[in-house]
């Protein structure tokens, strides 16, 4: 995979990223508004919780990117990989 192509996925990343803010502050701020003692349908139910696993969804997206998690798994691939044929390899 090319730089341009890294470029271009992070960017769509970015986008989407962008749109779901905009879309969960949008939402969230309307039911600010209509929050009080009246009675909520089921739609209404279903509507929060579909913006709250977006929230969720969101957090976890951009902790899978910090480049310090993503780091970490790195390393504990390569030591998945390779450290044990090193052992082996040592002891020998």
Avoid: H, P, W
């Avoid at 929050?35 to 509507?47: L, Y």
């Amino acid at each position: 995979m090319s730089k341009r192509d890294k470029k271009k996925e992070k960017k769509a990343a970015k986008k989407k990223t962008n749109k779901l803010v905009k879309a969960l502050s949008l939402k969230t701020k309307k039911s600010k508004k209509d929050s009080g003692d009246t009675i909520k349908s089921q739609a209404q139910i279903n509507e929060e919780i579909r913006l709250q696993a977006l929230k969720n969804k969101l957090l976890v997206r951009k902790l899978l990117d910090n480049y310090v998690v993503v780091i970490f798994f790195t390393l504990i691939t390569i030591y998945a990989l390779f450290f044990d044929d090193i052992r082996i390899l040592a002891v020998d």
